[in-house]
């Protein structure tokens, strides 16, 4: 599967982007798919992730959560991620990647997942 994540920008503290990572491939449905954000000298982090069992189950960073929430559109091939109230420190370079179905669906190490879109820049002003 081929990942291309889209949506980032420049943005003022308080306001709010989405992003999209959108799929190749007929049984993307089937992915366990997450967002991650990496900035200078830092690893990877994980942000979000939906699974691909139980209608979507969604979890989130504690960073994140309740400021952000994570979506797929099967039909579109496509998982979003709405940021709202967005901070100085959410800037980063944010990644989609997705993972195939697995007895595990709860995924948030990066090294858990397969495959990797490349990176889109979100950039919060203070």
């Known amino acids: 599967v081929q990942l291309q994540a889209f949506g980032g920008g420049l943005v003022q503290a308080g306001g709010s982007l989405r992003l999209s990572c959108a799929a190749s491939?007929?049984?993307?449905?089937?992915?366990?798919v997450g967002w991650f954000r990496q900035t200078p000298g830092k690893e990877r982090e994980f942000v979000a992730g939906?699974?691909?069992?139980?209608?979507?189950?969604?979890y989130y960073a504690d960073s994140v959560k309740g400021r952000f929430t994570i979506s797929r559109d099967n039909a579109k091939n496509t998982v979003y991620l709405q940021m709202n109230s967005l901070k100085f420190e959410d800037t980063a370079v944010y990644y989609c990647?997705?993972?195939?179905?697995?007895?595990?669906?709860?995924?948030?190490?990066?090294?858990?997942?397969?495959?990797w879109g490349q990176g889109t820049q979100v950039t919060v002003s203070s």
């Open positions: 990647a997705a993972d195939p179905p697995g007895p595990n669906d709860v995924l948030v190490r990066y090294d858990e997942y397969d495959y």
């Open positions: 939906i699974s691909w069992s139980g209608g979507g189950n969604t």
């Open positions: 491939g007929r049984t993307f449905s089937m992915y366990t």
